[in-house]
């Protein structure tokens, strides 16, 4: 049984650039959670996608966007790159919504310049 | 956006030193779990609380889940080298919903 993977696990971008990361659930799960993790800081929802769906969204502007394909694999795109959006971004994977079976990746370390 | 409040922020304990955190929140919470991160990882759960008042232990590990719903305590005991790392609270509001999570304690073990 795979874990969540997630990639690319390190990233340099520009202010103003657009990204997009990529995350592929757990065996077995179909629901995929984005969170933003800062330095110092704890994970901060993003949104959940659930049957290709959005089905909840933090408090994150809608230049925050993603993608659920029907393997479950998810993308989180983030466009107009500004560099408080430098973080750790963390895919957690669940089965249905329930989210104490959430398996989380390694992450996508992002640094915005 | 919002985080639940953890102390201490960081706490340096020798081997076999018994530990403990907590995490206060001014919502309450239907569910409390608690992660451990380690460098250049995702959380990874320990520990997960369904009711006011449980107490659950997982190994050296026991956590409970505060009477008013609010509060959260874990405690490690006999530590050990491997117990390093940053340990994070969560609350959740009911099963379907996000997680919301602590500030984060930072546990340094010397031996």
């Known amino acids: 049984e795979t874990g969540v993977t997630q990639s690319p696990t390190h990233l340099i971008k520009t202010r103003g650039q657009q990204v997009t990361l990529r995350c592929s659930s757990q065996?077995?799960?179909?629901?995929v959670s984005w969170y933003q993790q800062a330095l110092g800081q704890g994970p901060q929802f993003i949104f959940q996608?659930?049957?290709?769906?959005?089905?909840g969204r933090g408090n994150f502007p809608p230049r925050f966007s993603g993608l659920q394909f029907p393997n479950y694999s998810s993308e989180l795109n983030v466009n107009a790159l500004e560099l408080d959006d430098s973080a750790l971004y963390l895919c957690?994977?669940?089965?249905?919504?329930?989210?104490?079976?959430?398996?989380f990746g390694s992450g996508t370390r992002l640094t915005v310049v | 956006g919002q985080q639940l409040n953890q102390s201490p922020q960081s706490m340096f304990i020798q081997e076999g030193e018994d530990v403990s955190m907590n995490c206060t929140s001014s919502?309450?919470?239907?569910?409390w779990l608690w992660y451990k991160q380690d460098p250049g990882e995702g959380p990874v759960l320990l520990i997960a609380?369904?009711?006011?008042?449980e107490l659950t232990s997982n190994g050296r590990l026991t956590a409970q889940f505060g009477i008013t719903r609010k509060d959260s305590f874990l405690n490690i005991s006999a530590s050990i080298p491997s117990d390093v790392g940053i340990y994070f609270c969560?609350?959740?509001?009911?099963?379907?919903?996000?997680?919301?999570f602590g500030t984060g304690t930072r546990l340094q073990v010397f031996p």
């Open positions: 957690a994977s669940s089965f249905q919504t329930a989210n104490y079976g959430y398996t």
């Open positions: 065996s077995g799960h179909n629901t």
């Open positions: 996608y659930y049957r290709e769906e959005e089905n």
């Open positions: 919502s309450i919470f239907n569910t």
């Open positions: 609380l369904y009711k006011a008042g």
């Open positions: 969560a609350g959740q509001f009911d099963n379907t919903d996000k997680l919301i």
